[in-house]
């Protein structure tokens, strides 16, 4: 039997399929992930304004303590929503403040300690609160959502060609 026969084809099936591996990572990977950030003590992330963030957010949530996504319930709004809300994380029972941040997209996935909350989170003026409970070892979630009739260009940043137009008419 001749084993120079067999090697080829083994090793082309090897490293094509490692050119095929590596090729899948880095197309899986085109973006950069959001930065870990602290407020008071509290690790947290913000993200998901476009795809392939928002699929990177979904997929590491269940690792964290906690996830707030924020919405609009209009289905034809529903990919456009404002980059920053205020959002304000407060004991439940004591209010004492616990977390202080602004989101940065529609997912914020936060390290909190086991506990009952309050999560107020405000944009353009309204705010709505909701109760967080977090349990060690179970991946808690609160979805905020904004009604349609909601103001939402009052609160969207200004899209690059309205930027144009405007140092233009300067």
């Known amino acids: 039997?001749?084993?120079?026969?067999?090697?080829?084809?083994?090793?082309?099936?090897v490293l094509g399929g490692t050119a095929?591996?590596?090729?899948?990572?880095?197309?899986?990977?085109a973006f950069s992930n959001p930065p870990i950030q602290m407020?008071?003590?509290?690790?947290?992330?913000?993200?998901?304004?476009?795809?392939?963030?928002?699929?990177?957010?979904?997929?590491v949530s269940p690792r964290w303590?906690?996830?707030?996504?924020f919405g609009i319930n209009d289905s034809a709004q529903r990919g456009n929503f404002p980059?920053?809300?205020?959002?304000q994380v407060r004991e439940k029972y004591t209010g004492r403040p616990v977390m202080e941040a602004q989101s940065q997209g529609p997912y914020m996935l936060a390290r909190l300690d086991p506990g009952a909350y309050d999560v107020n989170v405000t944009l353009g003026g309204l705010t709505i609160t909701q109760t967080l409970t977090v349990i060690a070892?179970?991946?808690?979630?609160?979805?905020?959502?904004?009604?349609?009739?909601?103001?939402m260009a009052s609160v969207m940043p200004p899209m690059p060609q309205a930027l144009?137009?405007?140092s233009a008419a300067r």
């Not at 407020?39 to 997929?59: D, I, L, P, R, S």
């Not at 303590?65 to 996504?69: D, P, R």
């Not at 609160?142 to 009604?147: E, Q, S, T």
Request: hydrophobic share 55%; charged share 10%.
């Open 1 to 13: 039997m001749n084993l120079m026969r067999l090697r080829q084809p083994m090793a082309a099936l």
């Open 20 to 29: 095929a591996f590596f090729g899948a990572m880095t197309s899986a990977h």
């Open 39 to 59: 407020a008071q003590g509290v690790e947290y992330m913000c993200g998901g304004t476009n795809k392939a963030e928002a699929a990177f957010m979904q997929m």
């Open 65 to 69: 303590a906690a996830t707030i996504e």
């Open 83 to 87: 980059v920053r809300a205020a959002v």
């Open 137 to 151: 070892g179970v991946p808690a979630r609160a979805v905020f959502m904004w009604p349609s009739n909601f103001d």
């Open 164 to 166: 144009a137009q405007s």
